[in-house]
């Protein structure tokens, strides 16, 4: 009967690259690949490779139950673990990285196991924590292991692996990296591995038990300074090691302690793997070069879920406002698209990239970059080397002059210099001019159509959407307000037979940017509406009562009394405010058009846009 094997992070590299190099054996192992989510497309492919994968979905935060679960999957019992825990602590529980392997070595201890090994980090041996503190985690974790397992049956191995190769990724991360390898190592070279190496090893352990018992074995396979590195980066792609903000790096390593100690400790004691006599006992273990040459290609199969090797050379997104809500909404979608997370790799725009929000979308793999809408030179640094680029400009309401077109205008001329080849922008209607001069004061929306209209007249090709009524107005902005009786009122200067093309701005605009971009081809030059239906005010607030069980009701006013809800900082966005709803009212906020083609555009890629109810159901809160 096979052996059972129990392998930690197995959509991850380390656990991913074990199962690879067993399943190429064609080892006599059942084997047990842990994944949280055994639906993820990373997961399922794990099945593809061989009839001895089994998924085992949980979590090392919750051990014991994960070995029932495994148990559970498994025909015979688990004899051997691969432990491989995530460091620095982002979002782990169960105490983080240090909690979850002691407390894996505990558990497979109680279930019987007979060889676990340990994937930990090269630090000099066994004995030198050092001060860098997911090394000294790792050091903390090996000494749990071999405490606890003296004087039972189970053995163990310990693989030491340097920094690896396969983490010089083409998002924030893999930037940041290369950046602080030249700023902090300076001229000390760092010794690297490719990950299929550790795969290698954690394989040949648990195939040949006797030889890696009780061993500790330090992995590297070259050892090069950053401009070597960079030497043959370029040789072999023809393009410059690409890098980031120094300051980015220099307030990570400062802020980020664990990533700044690391850096420094490379840089005053650094790794000291034998490579001569490692590569003796494996002659297949690879120099930078020959990874590079051999498993850096985008179409490699092994690649993990949303991770673009820095010499892949997929396309690069850039979305202006990613911490906003178009902006966020669109990264959101993006990263969730099973074909635009494959092809793309995305850049967010954001003033302050230090901000919580900025540093949580980093975490997500995505490059985070500052730019200055008022600076050319600012902007061609953010958008540069991008395919596709979605930017929206921000009004002032302040019913004067307004920078909306000259932010637009200083986008559109950087987008064409550089050689966007999709340009996507938040657009909206020319109401002066669609009303033929009777509303004169929509100021955001003319600003908008003329950015639009100075785009197709620089010939960039480009796609406009133009998002609707936000639903978030309601809430946010207290449109539909309760009144002294209890009464919740929504209080236009409109008639019943005005037609608001509602949106959930937050959730929804970017699957209209998902679709735009999918879609490419046949919507350059094209305006997509992006609006989940119309909505009469009669049908809001009726949908607001049967979501809420709160009484509501419209109320129409005229002009003067709606200017005057406008009072204090707030009365120099009156006329235009007016002007926009006498808009909706007459022609209506998309002169009259059908939603039916961006309806059926979001369900072409698979996407529904929000309803109001699920609005209301999702934030009840916001209307007490």
């Known amino acids: 009967m096979a052996r059972a094997i129990l392998v930690c992070g197995a959509t991850g590299k380390q656990g991913g690259a074990v199962i690879n190099h067993l399943v190429e054996q064609n080892a006599d192992f059942e084997i047990l690949a842990v994944t949280r989510d055994a639906t993820s497309g990373s997961a399922q492919r794990l099945l593809k490779k061989s009839s001895k994968v089994h998924l085992v979905q949980g979590n090392l935060a919750d051990p014991t139950a994960l070995f029932k679960t495994a148990q559970d999957v498994a025909s015979s019992p688990i004899w051997g673990v691969f432990s491989v825990q995530v ?21 497979s201890l109680k279930a019987g196991v007979k060889f676990f090994v340990y994937t930990s980090v090269e630090r000099h041996g066994a004995d030198n924590a050092t001060n860098v503190p997911h090394f000294a985690h790792k050091h903390e974790i090996e000494q749990h292991l071999f405490n606890k397992s003296k004087g039972t049956d189970m053995e163990w191995a310990v693989l030491r692996p340097v920094a690896f190769m396969d983490n010089l990724t083409d998002n924030l991360f893999g930037r940041v990296f290369t950046t602080s390898w030249r700023m902090a190592v300076k001229e000390k070279p760092l010794q690297l591995i490719a990950v299929s190496d550790i795969g290698y090893f954690g394989a040949e ?16 396979g070259d050892d090069l300074t950053i401009e070597q590195f960079a030497v043959v980066f370029k040789r072999n792609t023809g393009n410059e090691l690409p890098g980031t903000y120094r300051v980015l790096c220099w307030l990570i390593m400062t802020m980020v302690k664990d990533f700044g100690y690391m850096f420094k400790w490379f840089h005053d004691v650094g790794y000291d793997v034998d490579i001569a006599a490692l590569r003796k006992e494996y002659p297949g273990l690879k120099d930078f070069e020959t990874w590079l040459k051999a498993e850096s290609e985008p179409t490699r199969q092994t690649q993990t879920e ?7 050379m997929s396309k690069l997104l850039t979305i202006f406002g990613a911490t906003g809500n178009q902006g966020g909404s669109v990264v959101r979608a993006a990263l969730a698209d099973a074909v635009l997370s494959k092809e793309y790799r995305i850049r967010g725009i954001t003033r302050d990239v230090s901000k919580p929000a900025a540093q949580a979308l980093a975490s997500k793999g995505v490059e985070v970059v500052s730019a200055d809408m008022n600076s050319k030179t600012s902007l061609a640094e953010a958008i540069k080397g991008s395919h596709t680029v979605f930017f929206m400009t921000t009004p002032n309401f302040t019913g004067g002059a307004s920078e909306e077109q000259a932010h637009g205008k200083n986008v559109a001329d950087v987008a064409a210099e550089t050689g966007v080849k999709h340009l996507i922008y938040s657009s909206l209607l020319h109401v002066t001019e669609t009303t033929n001069g009777r509303l004169k004061h929509v100021v955001h929306f003319d600003d908008k159509a003329e950015v639009e209209r100075y785009i ?3 010939g960039i090709p480009s796609s406009f959407v133009l998002p609707g009524y936000f639903m978030s107005n309601f809430s946010a902005l207290q449109m539909i307000r309760k009144g002294e009786d209890g009464v919740y009122n929504l209080a236009y200067p409109v008639s019943d037979k005005a037609k608001f093309p509602l949106i959930d701005t937050e959730s929804d605009i970017g699957k209209y940017v998902v679709a735009a971009i999918r879609n490419e081809s046949t919507l350059l030059g094209k305006q997509i509406l992006a609006a989940e239906d119309y909505y009469t005010p009669t049908r809001t607030v009726a949908e607001f009562e049967q979501v809420t069980g709160k009484t509501a009701r419209f109320v129409p006013v005229d002009a003067a009394t709606y200017k005057s809800f406008f ?13 926009n709803h006498l808009f ?15 309806q059926e555009l979001l369900a072409g890629v698979g996407l529904k846009a929000t309803t109001w109810k699920e609005f209301l159901e999702a934030n009840k809160a916001a209307f007490p």
Do not use: W
């Not at 602590?89 to 169960?94: D, E, L, S, T, V």
């Open 306 to 312: 949303n991770t673009s090797c820095i010499f892949n």
């Open 87 to 107: 460091p620095m602590g982002f979002g782990q529980g169960g105490g983080g990285e240090l909690g979850q392997g002691k407390a894996l070595v505990d558990a």
């Open 205 to 220: 352990a648990f195939l040949h038990p006797e030889k890696y018992k009780g061993r500790g074995v330090s992995l590297a």
């Open 567 to 579: 009072a204090g900082p707030m009365a120099a966005m009156a006329d235009e405010m007016l002007e």
């Open 456 to 458: 197709r007249a620089k």
């Open 584 to 598: 909706i009212d007459e022609p209506g906020y998309y002169a009259g058009k059908d939603l039916k083609e961006s």
